[in-house]
């Protein structure tokens, strides 16, 4: 399943909630290579050509047991955020969500997970969605007062947001959209509180297009432009009509996450490239790369994985994968896989270092419904929370660094 095929589902499921909850294993399908490896030998007199060299991975199997009714971080359930620690669950006005994003970008974010300093009260910020007869219906993002309860537009026709430290949010404007057509607009920054200074909106894109807005890299937005043909170009926005790609053009390129200083950024790139590369976001230089073709999981066709929504902690990565999740080093120069964790059954979404990287938390789906899941790497055991039945999950977050020292930031 492509990712555009994924997209329209999530779109189509905000019409009608339970075919949301349908299979992930055609998304991993469509960064897999079932093929044959290296050309196929010759039928005449001449010698094979060689296989390419192909190393096994052991991969760690973890036990999994069930979990308590609600997750050790905040999340999105439904119209509730969950796990906010000595917070009641909270009820929202409307659902966040994003049919054309899905669980790609953040769908909501707190504000002590930007800048608590900036923010004596504490709310959230989320992209919520209606529905207008279309296909992706009508977005916007919404702020919702942790204290009073009070859920406010922030900016009505917008889609995914980007909240930096110095209180500016980039977001995507939606300027029009067919009723099956995903919409189009522009990037714009503006700040969040209504009395800075600096507070009218400027647009960073000049021109219309379908944007997915992923993380601030320090002053720099980084965010996906959607081409024709379903793929992603991954773009950096340094300011008002300055726009330049991070990776090839052409090349379909995923974020996987922002060092904690904002300076770099671990993407993966696939449609037969299959490298996971470090970039210097201010520069635009590689320092690092990973061939993932050259290395397969025990058990598991196709390319070591790397993929959307993943967290940089220290020198780690964690990034999603099919029953399980993957968790790189970055060296100076260098990448290398430092472990390989194995869910039965299970795909891990937007999974975060939770205090360590020894434990990571996440999500996952089924036929069945969506549950978060807690992973404590060392004792190699996976807690799984109650089936959320038609009710989607995410996981409240920001992609932006730097950001405030917290266990889960």
């Keep these: ?41 010759s039928e005449t007199t001449s010698p094979p050509v060689p296989t ?6 052991p ?14 971080m905040p999340f999105v359930r439904g119209d509730q955020v969950v796990g906010i620690p000595l917070v009641p669950p909270l009820t929202l006005a ?18 002590n997970q930007i800048a608590p300093q900036l923010y004596p009260d504490d709310f959230l910020l989320y992209q919520s969605w209606t529905n207008d007869g279309t296909a992706y219906g009508h977005q916007s993002i919404r702020r919702h007062d942790l204290g009073s309860g009070a859920d406010t537009v922030f900016e009505d026709r917008a889609g ?27 990037v714009v920054v503006r700040y969040l509180q209504t009395e800075d200074p600096v507070s009218s909106p400027q647009v960073w894109t000049s021109e219309k297009a379908r944007w997915i807005v992923a993380g601030w890299a320090g002053t720099h937005v980084l965010a996906y432009r959607e081409l024709e043909g379903e793929a992603l170009e991954l773009w950096v926005l340094d ?53 993932r073709a050259g290395l397969r999981l025990q058990g598991q066709d196709g390319p070591v994985p790397a993929g959307y929504a993943g967290m940089w902690l220290g020198d780690h990565v964690v990034t999603w994968g099919p029953n399980g999740f993957v968790i ?28 360590s990287p020894w434990r990571v938390v996440g999500w996952t789906r089924s036929g069945k419904g ?26 409240v977050y920001t992609a932006s660094r730097p950001g405030p020292t917290l266990l889960e930031s």
């Design 1 to 41: 399943m492509t990712r555009r095929q994924r997209n329209r589902r999530l779109g189509t499921a905000v019409l009608a909630l339970a075919l949301f909850a349908g299979t992930a294993g055609g998304l991993w399908a469509a960064l897999s290579d079932h093929g044959r490896l290296g050309p196929k030998p």
């Design 52 to 57: 390419p060299s192909v190393r096994t991975l």
């Design 59 to 72: 991969v760690t199997r973890m036990t999994i047991v069930p979990g308590p009714a609600d997750p050790p």
């Design 94 to 111: 409307e659902t966040p969500q994003d049919p054309l994003s899905g669980w790609i970008a953040p769908v909501a974010t707190l504000s």
């Design 160 to 186: 995914t947001f980007a909240w930096n430290q110095d209180g500016r949010v980039a977001y995507f404007r939606i300027m029009g959209h067919g009723k099956l057509d995903p919409p189009v607009g522009r």
């Design 239 to 291: 300011g008002p009509g300055m726009a330049r790609r991070l990776a090839p053009a052409g090349v379909n390129t995923q974020l996987v996450a922002i060092s904690p200083d904002g300076t770099r950024a671990f993407v993966s790139e696939s449609d037969g490239r299959d490298r996971a590369v470090v970039f210097e976001v201010a520069t635009g230089d590689e320092v690092a790369s990973f061939d």
């Design 328 to 355: 790189y080093r970055v060296e100076a120069d260098r990448i290398t896989v430092e472990t390989a964790v194995h869910l039965d059954g299970l795909d891990l979404y937007e999974p975060r270092f939770y205090g």
């Design 370 to 395: 969506h549950a978060y899941v807690d992973c404590d790497i060392r004792a190699r055991t996976c807690r799984v929370g109650p089936t959320a039945k038609r009710q989607n999950i995410y996981a």
